[in-house]
């Protein structure tokens, strides 16, 4: 029987090539929900903040990818915490309660964004958040944490770098943390079908390129991810071509000038 899964945020920037990605595999029963319904591209209406629908969308789904997001400008009380954090809980209750095997969650480079440029970091290193939306990612990863450690759902956490949506890096900073369109699916496929056992994991979702602030490279074992892109290559290529490239010098790898 063919994994269903449930993309939230089907219409957003990576929700909408995820959703296409994932069609494309073949191998996916899927459920695309957003707040902006879009009959035409097959995307169903949800609001993160109801907690019936989610209880009805979540139904007999294997996987919940969850991708919407109030963009919350820093509006910690209302946006932060009453819409994404009280969001991703009413979601994961409805998972939970309708026997939703993994949830994997698009957290950010932002939950540990106070981290110098040069630094190297592990993916097991305390947070730094750079910002309330930092802040806001770590909430829900150990909102996972918690669901995982009580034996009640596994939840994946991909701290995503930067995905601009048309497919290259723009930035001297994206050198260190892009990923490329394919790269995100594959990971996504690489979350989707790692073992059961396999109750939580963190991880930074990125491309193979060759500045990359985190070592990825055990992923590969660990998930079977193996990502085929590389945005040092691609920025050359821009520059000889003329096309903008930001110069872009930050202190902190979250994008932040001292
Ligand atoms: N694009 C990037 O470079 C990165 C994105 N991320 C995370 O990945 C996720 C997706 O990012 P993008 O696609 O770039 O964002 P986006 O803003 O393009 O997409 C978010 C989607 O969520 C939907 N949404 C907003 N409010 C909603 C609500 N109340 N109920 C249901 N859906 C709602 C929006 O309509 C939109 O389609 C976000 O959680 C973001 O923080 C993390 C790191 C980098
Ligand atoms: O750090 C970055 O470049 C990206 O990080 C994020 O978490 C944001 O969702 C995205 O809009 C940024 O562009």
């Known amino acids: 029987m063919a994994r269903k899964l449930l993309i939230t945020g089907a219409a957003g920037t990576i ?73 991703a809980y009413k979601l994961y209750e409805a998972a939970v309660k309708n026997g939703v095997k993994r949830i994997v969650f698009a957290s950010s480079n932002h939950a540990t964004g106070f981290y110098k440029v040069g630094e190297s970091i592990d993916v097991e290193d305390p947070y730094r958040p750079d910002s309330f939306y930092g802040l806001s990612k770590c909430y829900i990863e ?55 056992e396999m109750s939580y994991l963190n991880l930074y979702g990125t491309s193979a390129n060759t500045d990359n602030y985190y070592d990825i490279g055990y992923l590969e074992e660990q998930i079977g991810y193996k990502p085929q892109d590389n945005a040092a290559e691609l920025l050359e290529q821009a520059k000889k071509i003329g096309f903008w490239v930001k110069q872009d010098e930050t202190t902190f790898q979250g994008g932040q000038k001292e």
Request: net charge negative; with cysteine.
């Open 142 to 196: 150990l909102l996972g944490r918690l669901y995982a450690d009580q034996g009640k759902i596994s939840s994946m956490n991909i701290r995503i770098g930067n995905f601009p949506g048309d497919d290259r890096p723009h930035s001297e900073r994206a050198a260190h943390i892009w990923i490329s369109d394919r790269d995100m699916i594959r990971l996504t496929v690489c979350c989707i079908e790692a073992r059961p």
């Open 15 to 87: 929700g909408k090539v995820l959703y296409e990605g994932l069609k494309a595999e073949g191998k996916y029963e899927i459920i695309a929900a957003d707040v902006k319904r879009d009959e035409e591209a097959g995307i169903v209406e949800m609001d993160i903040h109801d907690a019936a629908r989610l209880a009805e969308l979540t139904r007999g789904v294997d996987t919940v990818l969850h991708f919407a997001w109030i963009k919350d400008k820093g509006d910690f009380l209302g946006k932060v915490l009453s819409g994404n954090v009280s969001g």
